[in-house]
């Protein structure tokens, strides 16, 4: 992912739309800036809404099999919703064709966006197509979420421990990043089994998105590089924490949750498998990382790639 | 409006989504094929949700104001919404920028949405931005009607009059296909005050759009030539009939609402006008129009542009 624009999109969305788009609308619990947005539902539930766009030769290569592509258009939202706890119920689909091959492209396109609904058991009730000189695919998707069950980023603790659901790093290399699994399964176990403090999941990289988890919260990160799970083939600590296309979730817990979680976690018939990877604290903001030399050291800013 | 395009997405989201992306969820009350999806909401209401895509060169020129672009981007959805009898509450906004002055452009773009969404109470509570060669802008509403106001493309009865919210034809012309009014008063007025049996909004001309309010209602349709309004320096009925981006509202009433309708609208002090332009029947399929001379000839197919 293009970390530069997705720093445009938390600059323009978050600060200019929340300037512009601010709303006196109660029913408007979240707005702009996390994973998804929140509003009012039904007795006990949540709506949570998002919408991820994906565009030719910026999110995938030209040639890239169009069935994966709709796979991964309908699976980055799908993880939105699971970052904030939800389940994902139904999706709009906009899309822009080439002139060439309309109906060739849309098939394969249609085939892997109705795949991965299928899934997670996402309802495709509508969206748009139109003519487009590159392909782009916008995926627009609601959920919804016990009130209890709702997670944000910006709920972390001093003290908490920082968890991921996953190795992390070479998702690009490995083709994961267009065929990866979204949490929904883990999340919905973690929200109703633990105490969840702070989730969301990780697209830039765990250093650009836990620092983003770390502003929002108002606090800061110790981790520690033995801890950072490594996909294999990910030969060093930079590429683990600025690959990105991780799509796991990256989540904070108290100590005592997290103690409990492992155990839980720790029995062979457990499903899931979690990897604490440092602590929230209260002493410094932005995130750190301790070496395996023992010393503590600032992230390096993550390399923004040019507009 | 592009009509060979609006039929691909017709074509391609009713019939192949309707096969691929078919759904067992029972919260879903209407598919796609609609102005909007329909969604089982809180207490008495029902959810509405459309998608609409605007991209540069195929539904605004490169060198076009973009606060009037961003303006519009929100009305279109606002008008679907309209159409379905709702409300608009909520929106996502996904903007594709070209990587030349992307702040800039953003500035005007987002003035545009920001103007249209406050005139019709919608807040904007997310959306996502990216690269992209050509400026695109995908908006997704979510608005709310109350379970008796919803009104369906399908629900037209035999002997129905045909109305119309406004004259028709020359919108391009004029410029106000970036500067319509979504007819959001009327359609609320019309859901309160009337019994409206089947409703739309007008986007491609009356001419498609009738005929799909026909198919969607398994009937026929008879207008009269001499009852079109059309837009000052709209010269020919063909105009009036296939300019599209009107954005009014095609509706039908029983004989008996539609003159009621006109008793009410016909007091001075009524801010709204609707015009009766023809009748549904069962005796044939399509539209048929009465010509001044007084005889019935079918509507010439509407030219598709090649996609």
């Known amino acids: 992912m293009d ?27 979240v707005g702009p800036g996390d994973d998804a947005a929140v509003i009012r539902g039904p007795k ?21 099999d169009l069935k994966k592509v709709g796979y991964k258009a309908v699976a980055v939202s799908v993880s939105d919703i699971a970052a904030m706890g939800g389940q994902p119920r139904f999706a709009l689909v906009s899309v822009g064709l ?3 091959d309309p109906a060739r492209r849309a098939q394969a396109l249609f085939a892997g966006l109705g795949q991965c609904a299928r899934r997670y058991g996402v309802s495709i009730i509508g969206g748009d197509m139109n003519r487009s ?12 979420v016990e009130k209890k069950n709702l997670v944000l980023r910006s709920g972390a603790k001093d003290g908490d421990v920082i968890l991921v659901s996953g190795p992390l790093g070479g998702s690009q290399a ?11 399964e883990e999340a919905r176990f973690l929200v109703k089994h ?3 403090h702070a989730m969301m999941d990780l697209s830039d990289g765990l250093s650009m998105d836990l620092s983003r988890l770390c502003e929002a919260s108002r606090l800061g990160a110790v981790i520690s ?17 600025g690959d990105g296309e991780d799509y796991e979730l990256l989540f904070t817990l108290a100590p005592k949750e997290a103690r409990r979680l492992a155990i839980s976690c720790g029995r062979p018939s457990s499903p899931f498998r979690f990897y604490p990877v440092g602590r929230m604290t209260d002493t410094f903001r932005g995130v750190r990382i301790r070496g395996r030399d023992g010393f503590l050291k600032k992230l390096p800013p993550p390399k923004f790639k040019h507009f």
Request: hydrophobic fraction near 45%; glycine fraction near 6%; proline fraction near 4%.
């Open 3 to 29: 970390a530069y624009l997705k720093n445009i999109k938390e600059w323009a969305l978050v600060t200019q739309a929340a300037r512009r788009f601010k709303t006196a609308d109660r029913s408007v619990v």
């Open 44 to 64: 006990g539930f949540y709506g949570l809404l998002t919408a991820d766009m994906l565009v030719e030769f910026v999110h995938f290569k030209k040639g890239e």
């Open 98 to 100: 080439p002139r060439k």
């Open 133 to 144: 000189d590159r392909l782009v695919i916008d995926v627009f998707m609601m959920g919804e």
């Open 174 to 184: 490995s083709g994961r990043h267009l065929a990866f699994v979204p949490r929904v």
């Open 194 to 196: 633990s105490k969840v």
């Open 225 to 241: 590089e033995e801890d950072i799970p490594r996909n294999p083939g990910v030969k060093t600590i930079a590429a683990a924490l």
